[in-house]
Structure formats: C-alpha cells, structure tokens
C-alpha cells in the first residue's frame, strides 16, 4: 500500500528570499511585461509560468477540480494544487503514459502494461493510496485455469486475452464514466467496468500499435494506430457485458496516428499524425471528411479541446491553438517556450476569466522535463508578426513562421493585477 512520498528536494533558485521567485511556477519575462490592467481586461495567451522538476520527462496530465495530476518516467505521479505540490505517489513500475479520472477512482496507465488504480484517503487529501491493478491477480488466476482464455500473441508465445501484453498508450472514459478504455501497443484495445473493475472485452483493433482511444457519441469508439488508420467502433450492451464491432474505417494513410481528441459538443473527432497534420470529421455529416490543418513541422504527439479551441503539441516544441467557427479553423497562436517534445496536454476552464470571456488554463508537459501552464483566450487576437499572414491555412502549411507570443507578465505583476481584480 502506498502513502505519499516524502517532501520535494528544494528548487534550484537561490538568488532571492522572494516566496515568488521560491515559487515551483517559475516567472518568465522581467522586461517587455504586458501592463498589469491590460493583462486581465485585454484577450490575450500568456505562459503563466513553469513547473521544472529535475525527475523524468513528462509523459501525461490529468486536470480534475482543483488538482493537477503528472506523470512521467520515473514512476512518480505528483499532484498539484495552487501551482504548489500538494501530494506525490509512485507506481514502482512501468512509466505513467495516461492518467484519467472517474469520481473518487484515479486510473494510471503504465509502460508495463498494467492499469493502476488509486484513491484519495478519506481521512486525509493528500494520502493517495492504490486499490487495485487491473487485471486483478483474482481475475488472473481464475481466468488461468481454462486453456481458452488464451490467445495466441506470437509463434510460441500465448497470453490471457483480459491482460494486455505490451505498453499501455491511451485510456479513456465513456460518458457516463461507467467504461474504461485501454489502449496498447500490443494492437488491442480492452474494456473494463468501472464500478468492479472487471475486463468485459477484448478487441483486436489493428495491425500495429494502437496509439490512442476516444469514447465518443452514439456509442462509438475511436482508435487510431501507427498502421495508419482511425477506426471506428460500435459497442452494444449484451447481458452484463458489452461487444464492439468494426464498423468504419476513417482514414488510411501512411503516416502512424499518433492522437485523437472529440470536441466537448461531441460533434468533432480530431486526428493528429506523424506528419504534423490534423484532420477531423464530423458527427453531423455522417463523419464526412473536414479539411486538413497543418500548423506543425514534425509529429503531432497530443491533442487536447476546450470550447471551440484545439490544441494540438508536437514533437517541433511547439503548440497550435486553433479556434473553430463552424468547420473553419483559425491558428491563434503558436505558444512556444518548451525545449523538448510536448508529450501531452489538458486543458481546465479560468475561473478567473471576466464576464463574457471564454478562457482557459492550458497545462502542457515535455519531454524537457517540465509542465508549463497557459492562459489561453477565446477571443485572443491572431498572433502576428509583420508580414505575416492573419492565420495558418486549412489544406495547406502556413509560411508564415512561428507566431511568437508577446511577453507575459511577471509572476509578481500576476499577483498585483488579480489583487486589483478582486478589490474591483
């Protein structure tokens, strides 16, 4: 059973007593700040500050109320609170690529292909303690003893079809949050049931790995693999089980998928590939074909939605922010700062935001080994250089160069301009 681990090493700035420089969200920007009344009255996408922690890179994000959960390679998942560390707890095995979230159950995905499951102590708010490792050793020995529950994975090499064999890549919930699905590099994907964390299916996908999974609407499922391929499947409730079945291919290409991501309205599946290009369908077309979005040089690794917003991290450092009006996007914004592949993103509402404005808090973890933390503004302004063109085109890479953000304000003026915020 596991406790939370022990308090962090102190972090590397010594050069002032401030509690703000001390702070672990580093400040960015001490010359060229936006002015402090500017910063909350004016649209605007601002890095708000840097989460550095000398301990492995980041491989996955889960925003949930106040908490900000990360995991990386060293086995450690940290949370977070008010920009603080508020808790820590370690897997002892398998590098944490997928964190989410149902209710009181926190489900982390692992390089050694188990699904770990915690719980927050009711006793106290930091202690996060794992109840239970899907598959369960219960459900592994029962299902152990009748030769046809295995499956032939390679020559001479059989497994039990409810365990996965290789690196979990995705996980994701159905609406409702009763579902789980697991995604792997072991070509499947599995479903388990929430409430008694049993594996009621699984479903051989693809021909290569399966890089990540999305319930979607009407009872569909999306998977998108590094053959190439989105797929999609229906899943209908049969007893106290479920089964899924193929029902369309969306796209085949010769570029690995390496992300997907619905639209909170349900109404969009986005696709991001090894080629720095996104597509997407649409619900109300009968998943026809949108445009093609190209706003990145190399591979996109994550894609994240908010509103009417898209955000998409690649492989290049940077991340696009594209606003969606109808079936056009328009590129907002490259926010650029990370010095390493952005692995993943999760994006949170800004309770902050003024009336009227649709803004939101963009966490984003590296390969860099950091979490940087964005505010990001529907109504934000297309960033521009001059000469630049107002936005990157659909269906065709944008010339443009990168659109730098301006400044942001220094961590000290954040504090002075939400002081007068609230005095107001």
Known sequence: MLADVGSPPPYNDESSASPY?????SHHGHTNS???????????????????????????????????YTGSDSKNIRVWKNQKEFSGFK????????????GEKIFSGHQDGKIRVWKVSGKNPSVHKRVG???????????????????EVRRHRSVLWLKHFDAISSLSLNEDKTLLYSASWDKTFKVWRVSDLKCLESVNAHEDAVNSIVSGFDGLVFTGSADGTVKVWRMELQGKGTRHFFSQTLLKQEYAVTALAMNPDATIIYCGSSDGRINFWEREKLLSHGRVLRGHKLAILCLVTAGNLVFSGSADMAICVWRRSGNEHLCLSELTGHTGPVKCLAVEEDKEAISGESRWILYSGSLDKSVKMWRVSEQAPPMMQSGQCQHC???????????????????????????QSKQQ
């Not at 649209?43 to 980041?58: K, T």
């Not at 490792?133 to 499956?151: A, E, G, R, V």
């Not at 443009?400 to 000290?412: I, N, V």
Request: glycine share 6%; with cysteine; proline share 8%.
């Open 21 to 25: 420089t001390k702070s672990p969200w």
């Open 34 to 68: 936006a002015p402090e009344n500017d910063y909350h009255s004016t649209p605007c996408n601002v890095l708000m500050g840097s989460l550095v922690r000398e301990e492995g890179h980041i491989y996955s994000l889960a925003a949930y109320g106040d908490l900000l």
């Open 91 to 102: 897997s002892h095995s398998g590098l944490v690529k997928a964190i989410v979230i149902a």
């Open 133 to 151: 490792t899907l598959p369960s050793l219960k459900d592994l020995l029962k299902s152990s003893i009748k030769p046809s529950n295995y499956i």
């Open 393 to 419: 085109m659909e269906d065709s890479f944008c010339g443009c160069g990168p659109k730098t953000l301006q400044s942001p304000p220094s961590f000290t003026s954040l504090i002075i301009a939400h002081n």
